[in-house]
């Protein structure tokens, strides 16, 4: 009677077991699998993996594609745009170092023109914005963003990072009024510019990543002096429509002026 007891007991401690390693694989699903792929690719390689549901969008290339769990099939991919070859040849290599620092060059010289003909003071975002935003921008220091006019922007709105640089003094003051502060589209916009600089490691890592190329219309008013259009620069798609869609959550929850 005792040897039965035991036995059953430890065909019940089999099966338990056996149910829980079920539940355990049946826990892993496509798109924790493909997560898990992606995380990996950028640990080791350092460049942008995504998880997408079904196939890839096109301009990305599938690093695997999990169909094996009961569900959606998902897919981890990769952007073709930020991919580096194995291997370079010394003359290829050099190429891409010159074209690096000549857009950081570029860059550093419009903001020069920028910074030369801002107007007035300073601004910071007043503390009732702050503290509607920090509960969406909890990734980098709100207090630390700058606000300022410049004479070089002939319209619009331009990050570099922490610095946010308009065209219009009476939108800076808007945003800055301490008062009655207003939160629009275009500030959201911007916050996330400056929140992507900061995920990316620094103005350096974020021009190179993210910004394509300075066009010749913008070098040309450089040279000469002429006021810019912001919507000149080109940003890469991405990045932009990162941007309007981090914008559009926030302004859905706050309510904010869709300028």
């Given at each position: ?206 021009v190179l990543s993210w910004i394509r ?47």
């Amino acid at each position: 009677m005792q040897c039965r007891q035991i036995a059953l007991f430890c065909l019940g401690l089999y099966v338990l077991s056996y149910s829980h390693a079920d539940t355990y694989s049946e826990r892993r699903s496509n798109r924790q699998m493909a997560v898990t792929v992606c995380n990996d690719y950028r640990e080791t390689n350092r460049l942008p993996c995504f998880v997408s549901r079904g196939d890839c969008p096109r301009g990305f290339e599938v690093l695997q594609r999990f169909t094996g769990s009961p569900g959606t099939a998902f897919s981890a991919c990769r952007d073709l745009r930020h991919e580096r070859p194995a291997v370079l040849n010394r003359s290829s290599a050099n190429l891409a170092s010159a074209k690096r620092q000549q857009l950081l060059e570029h860059f550093n010289k419009l903001i020069a023109a920028i910074e030369k003909q801002r107007i007035g003071e300073t601004h910071r975002l007043p503390k009732a914005s702050l503290e509607k935003l920090s509960i969406f921008f909890s990734g980098f220091d709100l207090d630390s963003i700058e606000l300022g006019q410049s004479k070089a922007l002939s319209k619009g709105c331009f990050t570099d990072c922490q610095r946010i640089f308009c065209a219009s003094g009476s939108q800076i003051n808007a945003w800055t009024d301490p008062q009655t502060p207003t939160l629009s589209m275009k500030l959201l916009h911007q916050l996330a510019h400056a929140e992507r600089c900061e995920i990316q490691g620094g103005r350096e890592r974020f021009v190179l990543s993210w910004i394509r190329h300075l066009p010749d219309e913008v070098l040309t008013s450089l040279e000469r002096g002429d006021p810019i259009d912001t919507d000149q620069i080109h940003f890469a798609m991405y990045m932009e429509n990162h941007a309007k869609n981090r914008a559009e959550s926030v302004c859905r929850r706050l309510r904010c002026l869709r300028d």
